[in-house]
């Protein structure tokens, strides 16, 4: 991420996170909104419409977080494993900014459910070519930027390894930890056991 870009980011991260007050008007008037109107956005709605060529395709747009995310689902059951290869899409609704990586989750059987074992996220890494499902990502690209030209891509990996050392999430409790991601502001409190290219 170049220091241009790392810069506007931190700036629209400020304008809905004030130093002095987690959470401001702003933000709580974007979380309402998505809580009231429980539907989402026309051109949202189409962008899950058009990625259906890829996979099937579970809106998560409903979740209380300040972004709108869809994933492409992928299960595998081996015995009492369970691996989720998820492709997820998050736009933000607080700057003009979308990511979309592999998601990956390990899990296993319980008499409880299914127990997450580990959760990791990349991109492009070769190591994970054996468990991705091969994508367009130019194609992914032009289709988000059909519905929202005027946003840009932000590689997940800038965005969750880069951190801000005042404010708190939305979402987030109040801890003793005092840096979170840009990713946790902009999207939502995902938090990975790895995160790779």
């Known amino acids: 991420m170049d220091h241009e870009l790392y810069q506007e980011i931190l700036n629209t991260i400020s304008a809905y996170y004030p130093i002095?007050?987690?959470?401001?008007?702003?933000?709580?008037?974007?979380?309402?909104?998505?809580?009231?109107?429980?539907?989402?956005?026309?051109?949202?709605?189409?962008?899950?419409?058009?990625?259906?060529?890829?996979?099937?395709?579970?809106?998560?747009?409903?979740?209380?977080?300040?972004?709108?995310?869809?994933?492409?689902?992928?299960?595998?059951?081996?015995?009492?494993?369970?691996t989720l290869k998820n492709f997820a899409v998050c736009i933000s609704m607080l700057g003009p900014y979308y990511t979309f990586f592999y998601e990956i989750q390990f899990k296993m059987k319980t008499s409880d459910g299914f127990l997450e074992l580990s959760r990791v996220c990349f991109l492009k890494d070769e190591k994970f070519k054996f468990i991705r499902k091969d994508l367009d990502f130019a194609e992914i690209d032009s289709k988000i930027k059909s519905k929202y030209p005027t946003y840009r891509y932000v590689d997940h990996y800038s965005l969750l390894v880069n951190e801000v050392d005042r404010g708190l999430p939305y979402g987030e409790l109040e801890t003793d930890k005092k840096k979170y991601s840009f990713f946790r502001y902009l999207f939502d409190t995902a938090t990975f056991d790895k995160i790779f290219q």
Do not use: H
């Open 20 to 82: 002095l007050n987690p959470g401001s008007s702003q933000l709580s008037e974007i979380i309402s909104g998505k809580i009231e109107n429980l539907d989402a956005p026309s051109d949202f709605k189409s962008l899950c419409r058009d990625l259906t060529s890829i996979g099937k395709v579970e809106d998560l747009s409903y979740l209380q977080f300040p972004n709108l995310k869809l994933q492409v689902e992928d299960v595998e059951n081996v015995g009492n494993y369970r």
